[in-house]
């Protein structure tokens, strides 16, 4: 067991948890952030797939762009376009419906994404924190009023705070025990399929929203986000109703199925480089607790997340922000 007493551990390094230990960090905390994945920034993800010439393509299968309103995801904005990792995307996007493409029309809303990829925001956010990847939480234990963290293995952590930044229907076994509500939140999922392509599209536009089709909700050409030159690629993302219906099929079995659908959209491919599928159970929440996050003063453990509602706003990468940030603020108290 680790002889340390952290003031805080954090499960989650998606935004939300990066943002709280980037705070809690900044108030002079001894914090760690610990997370399953092999990286940091959870849903914010970005997936290598071959491309021509052997260069790789980096396509975001998760969040696939992010918009602000609050004056501190601004100034978040702001770092990051003066630092080089964040760029903005486009102001808006084709539409397509009963089988035709309406152009893009700018609604005066920039749509921020990194040349990098989506998961440079949380590695931004993750730059000189204290990061455990690869470390999946089972369960948490109170002694005195020092929380112990606990993987398969063992003890991982101890600290005298806790705060979690873990989907609401994943925190049941590790809320077990303790008297600590879990919140009220309920997720669509998704699929999602990545292509490389040889040769570009023939479109103008940097991605197609799609109304009313059975399959795909979503077809973005990667590479209007990447610096000149990255493949020609295809993030693909299908309706809650199909990724529903499809939940528990394999990668292999729905790949096909989503590639046709977007040759039914497109009117066919460019040749296919290379593809992948993948599912997120716990995409988008469609209910959501009421406030910024959870605190028990007493217990000094919290949750984050976007399943919490920081402003009016949807479920999205900035309330993922503002739920972290509203956390650290309860912890730092
Ligand atoms: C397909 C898709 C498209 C999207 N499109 C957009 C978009 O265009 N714009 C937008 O703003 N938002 C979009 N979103 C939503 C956005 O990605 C999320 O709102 C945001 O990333 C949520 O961040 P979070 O920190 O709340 O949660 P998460 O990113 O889910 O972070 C939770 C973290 O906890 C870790 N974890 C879970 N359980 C454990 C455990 N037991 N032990 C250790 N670690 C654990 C996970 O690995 C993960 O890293 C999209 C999401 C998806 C899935």
Not at 19 to 29: E, I, P, V
Not at 138 to 153: F, I, Y
Not at 247 to 271: H, K, M, Y
Request: aromatic residues 6%; proline residues 7%; glycine residues 12%.
């Amino acid at each position: 067991m680790p002889d340390t007493v952290l003031d805080t551990v954090v499960v989650g390094a998606g935004l939300a948890g990066l943002a709280a230990t980037r705070d809690l960090h900044g108030a002079g905390q001894r914090v760690r952030v610990l997370d399953k994945g092999r990286g940091v920034s959870g849903r914010a993800a970005t997936r290598r797939a071959r491309g021509t010439g052997g260069q790789d393509a980096r396509l975001d299968h998760g969040a696939r762009f992010f918009t602000v309103r609050d004056g501190r995801t601004r100034d978040l904005v702001a770092e990051g376009l003066k630092a080089g990792w964040l760029r903005e995307w486009t102001r808006g996007f084709a539409r397509w419906e009963d089988g035709h493409v309406r152009a893009a029309r700018p609604d005066g809303h920039p749509r921020y994404a990194p040349p990098e990829g989506m998961n440079a925001l949380g590695k931004a956010l993750a730059d000189g924190l204290d990061v455990l990847t690869g470390v999946t939480v089972t369960g948490l234990e109170r002694h005195g009023d020092v929380w112990r963290v606990l993987d398969a293995s063992g003890v991982v952590a101890q600290a005298r705070t806790v705060l979690l930044n873990v989907p609401a229907p994943q925190l049941p076994p590790l809320l077990a025990g303790l008297d600590v509500p879990v919140p009220d939140v309920a997720y669509d999922p998704a699929w999602a399929a990545g292509i490389v392509l040889t040769a570009d599209l023939n479109a103008e536009w940097p991605a197609l929203e799609l109304r009313g089709h059975p399959v795909l909700e979503w077809i973005a050409r990667e590479h209007t986000k990447r610096p000149a030159g990255h493949p020609p690629a295809l993030m693909l993302h299908a309706t809650a109703g199909w990724s529903s219906a499809n939940l528990e099929r394999t990668p292999e079995e729905v790949l096909p199925e989503l590639l046709d659908a977007a040759r039914d959209v497109l009117g066919g491919l460019p040749q296919i480089e290379s593809a992948f599928a993948h599912r997120w159970r716990y995409a988008t929440p469609t209910r959501r607790a009421v406030g910024a996050g959870h605190w028990d003063a007493d217990l000094r453990v919290g949750i984050c997340g976007d399943g919490f509602t920081p402003d009016e706003h949807g479920p999205r990468v900035e309330a993922a922000l503002l739920s972290g940030w509203w956390l650290a603020g309860q912890a730092t108290t």
